[in-house]
C-alpha cells in the first residue's frame, strides 16, 4: 500500500450520506458495481437460521447440530463419500440458486442503473444479478457459479451445466445420499467431479470465465477518462483482496473516480480518500431503499 491505511468513520449524518451519494451516482458517466455475499444476505438469501432449519433438517439430523449450524460451514463439511458429497451440495445449489427468483433488492438495483453504462465485479456465485435483468456482458462473478461442476482436479478448463442433474438427485436422495450410479465423473481423467466454485488451486477458468474477465478489463479502460462511482455492496473481510482493496486503489489513483461503500458494520473508508468516499453503515436493503427515494425525488 502506498498510503497509510487510515480510515475515517461517518461525520455526516445517515440522510446526508443518502443524499451525496445519489448526487455522486447521477452526475457518474460509469458506475462500477463490487458486490459480495452482504447483498444476498440483505436480499434475503440468508445462509443461516429457519432458512437453513427449514431446508436442511435431514442433514442436521443425520450429521450432527455442531457440524451442520448454516449452509456456510455445512459446504466445508467432510463428506465421506461422493454420494454424501452431492447430496448436500444438489440441495444447496437448488435452494440457492434455482429455486429463488430475483429477489426485490437485486432488482431495485437493476431499475436504479440499468440506463447506466455500468459493469458488475462479483464474489457471489448464485446468479442474482442475472435473473434481476443485469447484461451477463457486464457481469463478472469471479469466484464460480452453484450451477456448474468442473473436474475435482481441473484437468481440463471446461464447466457443466448441473442443473437437471441436481434436480435427479433431489428426487433420488435417501438418508442424505444419492444413488451411486449420480456420481458425476469427470469425462477427460475419469476422476471425480466437484462444484465450481473457488476453493483450492484446482478452481477451472473456463471460456466464459476468460470472456467476461476480458469485458471487466475493457470496462476498466474505458472508465479511466471518465467520471465514475465505484458502489461497493456487501463486501466484508473475507476476500478483500479482489473488491474491497482494488476499488480503494482505483479510487486513491483517479481522481475522476469516487467510492460509495454499503456495509452493515464494515463501510469505513480510508482518510485518504477525503469527500471522494462515504461508508454507509447500515442495512444494505434500507439504503438502497432510501436511495431509489431520493432518485425519485429529483
Ligand atoms: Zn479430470
Not at 19 to 32: F, P
Not at 222 to 237: A, P, S, W
Request: glycine share 6%; proline share 4%; aromatic share 12%.
Amino acid at each position: 500500500m502506498k498510503w497509510i491505511r487510515k480510515e475515517k468513520t461517518a461525520n455526516i449524518s445517515y440522510e446526508e450520506q443518502i443524499k451525496s451519494a445519489a448526487e455522486l451516482i447521477e452526475k457518474s458517466e460509469v458506475l462500477l458495481i463490487g458486490a459480495g455475499a452482504g447483498v444476498s444476505t440483505a436480499a434475503g438469501l440468508t445462509y443461516s437460521g429457519k432458512r437453513f432449519t427449514d431446508n436442511f433438517s435431514e442433514f442436521i439430523e443425520k450429521y450432527g447440530a455442531m457440524s451442520m449450524t448454516d449452509m456456510y460451514t455445512a459446504g466445508f463439511y467432510p463428506f465421506p463419500t461422493q454420494e454424501a458429497k452431492w447430496g448436500y451440495w444438489s440441495k444447496h445449489s437448488i435452494i440457492n440458486q434455482f429455486l429463488p427468483p430475483a429477489m426485490p433488492l437485486y432488482k431495485q438495483l437493476y431499475n436504479l442503473f440499468k440506463e447506466k453504462d455500468y459493469f458488475v465485479l462479483t464474489t457471489n456465485v448464485d446468479h442474482q444479478f442475472q435473473k434481476a435483468g443485469f447484461d451477463n456482458n457486464r457481469i463478472f462473478a469471479t469466484q464460480g457459479d452453484y450451477g456448474l461442476i468442473q473436474c475435482e482436479k481441473g484437468c481440463h478448463p471446461k464447466t457443466y451445466d448441473a442443473e437437471n442433474l441436481f434436480y435427479q438427485m433431489n428426487q433420488a436422495r435417501t438418508d442424505c445420499l444419492i444413488p451411486s450410479y449420480m456420481v458425476p465423473k469427470c469425462p477427460v481423467c475419469g476422476g471425480n467431479m466437484t462444484m465450481h466454485l473457488r476453493c483450492d488451486q484446482y478452481f477451472v477458468e473456463d471460456e466464459n470465465w476468460h470472456k467476461a474477465a476480458k469485458n471487466y478489463g475493457n470496462f476498466l479502460n474505458n472508465m479511466r477518462d471518465k467520471k465514475g462511482v465505484l458502489l461497493e455492496l456487501g463486501v466484508g473481510f473475507n476476500t478483500p483482496a479482489i473488491i474491497r482493496f482494488p476499488f480503494e486503489n482505483m479510487v486513491h489513483e483517479n481522481s475522476n473516480l469516487s467510492l460509495i461503500r454499503l456495509n452493515l458494520k464494515e463501510a469505513v473508508v480510508p482518510e485518504s480518500l477525503g469527500n471522494r468516499a462515504i461508508g454507509i453503515d447500515a442495512d444494505i436493503a434500507k439504503a438502497v431503499s432510501d436511495l431509489c427515494a431520493e432518485f425519485r425525488n429529483h
